[in-house]
């Protein structure tokens, strides 16, 4: 049984990427430092769970692990800017280059999981509309 895939078939499977497009973003990855690289591996993990849970699980039973209902974040917290923008990008960069599309909301309850996990409060808005 032969299993070569050309880059049609991989382009099929990962819509948006082909061969030289993996290997590129491999390349890239590779040439980050260790904690950029392990901070874009946990990005990718919290958007498959959250990707994952989101249309599975009603959201009730979700809403709880994102905070309080109806209550803000203090503005004067201490650890903040440098944190969440290391996690606003991975879990941008992440979301790029996943299989997958991962929209506002997946995008959001990932990036509140990793700032909760780093002790970083955040406030999730959501709109009815």
């Known amino acids: 049984m032969q299993m070569n895939a ?5 382009s099929k499977v990962l819509p948006g990427t082909d061969r030289c497009g993996v290997w590129k973003a491999l390349g890239k990855f590779i040439h980050l430092s260790a904690v950029e690289q392990r901070l874009l591996v946990e990005a990718l993990l919290w958007l498959t769970l959250a990707r994952l849970a989101i249309p599975a699980v009603p959201f009730r039973r979700i809403a709880p692990l994102l905070g ?3 209550e803000e974040t203090p503005f004067h917290v201490t650890e903040g800017p440098p944190v969440a923008e290391g996690v606003s ?7 790029d280059h996943a ?8 995008r959001a309850v990932a990036a509140q999981w990793m700032l909760k996990r780093r002790g ?6 959501t709109s009815n509309g």
């Open 89 to 95: 990008q991975a879990i941008r960069t992440a979301a």
């Open 6 to 10: 050309t880059s049609s078939q991989v």
């Open 68 to 70: 309080r209902t109806m």
């Open 99 to 106: 299989p997958w599309k991962s929209r506002c909301l997946v």
């Open 120 to 125: 970083v409060a955040s406030t999730l808005y």
